[in-house]
């Protein structure tokens, strides 16, 4: 197996395409650290967390008020 040309090997990863269940719906950006909200939505933990200190205690996308206040690793 021969040694593959490093450019080429960062061509090839920017050029993969990530799933949109690994994207936060808030950033628009692949998630690192997802967490799930009581509502099943998944989101970046930085990105909720910076969600609720703006004094917001709704989801995001359903735009439901959060019965509990849980974030849960996914």
Not at 31 to 49: A, F, H, K, W
């Amino acid at each position: 197996m021969g040694k593959m040309d490093p450019k080429k090997m960062i061509e090839q990863l920017d050029s993969v395409e990530v799933p949109s269940v690994f994207i936060c719906p808030i950033s628009l950006e692949p998630m690192q650290d997802p967490v799930t909200l009581c509502t099943g939505q998944t989101y970046e933990r930085s990105n909720i967390l910076k969600w609720f200190s703006l004094g917001h205690f709704t989801c995001p996308t359903t735009m439901q008020e959060l019965w509990d206040g849980s974030l849960i690793p996914n």
